[in-house]
C-alpha cells in the first residue's frame, strides 16, 4: 500500500469510530436525561398524593443500589431540627449492620441492646410513638432501578446540613402542600451532570445541567411542623 492509500484508510477508520463514540454519547445522555424526568414525576407525584390522602409522603433513595421508591406514614410525623452531618446517610442492611446503630447526627456507630429498635434517627417520636413508614404500592409495585450507566451522585434536602454521597436519603412531602427542598444530583459514566432541585412550595422541580451549590443553612423550617399537624 502507498502511503496515501494508509492515509485514506486511517481517516475512514477515524471517523467510523468517531460516529460510534457518538452514538454511545448519545444513549448516555439519553438515559440521564430519561433518569431526570423519571425522578422528577416522582417527587411531583409524592408531593400531589401527601395532599390528596392527607399523609406524610416521602421519596426513598438508595445511593449505593441504586434504587428509589416510594413510602408513606398516616402516623404524626416530624422531623428533628437537629440536622443531619456528613456525606453518609442511614446505612440499608447487612449482617455486619444488623445489631449496629448509626447515629445520623454524628456518624458515630454503637452497639443496640437486644431490646432495642431499630429506625431512622431522622424519624422524631411523637407522643411515644415512632411514626412507621410503608412502601407505597399504589404508586409503583416494586422499587425502581437506575440505568446501569447513571447514578446519583448526592442527594440533599432540608434535614441535612450536608449532601449524601451514599447510605439512605429522604425526601418528606407534606399533607399541608409543602415539601422539604431537596436537590438531587444525577451523573453518567462521562460525569455529566443533571440537579434536579424541588420547589418546596409548589412541588415543581427545575432540571438543572450541571452542579449546583447547596443552600446556606437556616436556622428554622416551616415545613417541619407541618406533618403533624
Known sequence: MT????????????????????????LTDADLRSTAVELSGAMKSSYDRAIMQRRTQRLAI????????????????????EKATGEVGEKTGG?????????RVTGKRKKRGKLAEKKSDVEKIIEGTAARFQPDVDLAKKPASLPTKV?????????QEDAFT????????????????????????????????????????????????????????DGRAEGDE
Do not use: C
Not at 96 to 102: F, I, W, Y
Not at 151 to 159: D, F, L, Y
Not at 169 to 177: E, Q, R, T, V
Open 151 to 159: 447514578h446519583v451522585s448526592r442527594v440533599w434536602s432540608e434535614h
Open 166 to 221: 451514599s447510605g439512605m436519603a429522604y425526601i418528606h412531602f407534606w399533607k399541608s402542600g409543602q415539601a422539604e427542598a431537596a436537590i438531587i444530583e444525577l451523573m453518567d459514566e462521562g460525569e455529566d451532570i443533571i440537579s434536579l432541585e424541588l420547589q418546596p412550595l409548589t412541588g415543581r422541580v427545575r432540571s438543572i445541567h450541571k452542579r449546583v451549590p447547596l443552600p446556606e443553612a437556616r436556622e428554622d423550617n
Open 95 to 103: 449482617e455486619e449492620d444488623e445489631d449496629v446503630d448509626v447515629d
Open 62 to 81: 438508595d445511593l449505593d443500589k441504586g434504587l428509589w421508591w416510594f413510602e408513606y406514614t398516616e402516623s404524626p410525623f416530624a422531623i428533628s431540627k
Open 3 to 26: 502511503l496515501i492509500e494508509v492515509a485514506i484508510a486511517i481517516g475512514i477508520a477515524a471517523s467510523f469510530s468517531a460516529v460510534a463514540i457518538g452514538t454511545l454519547n448519545s
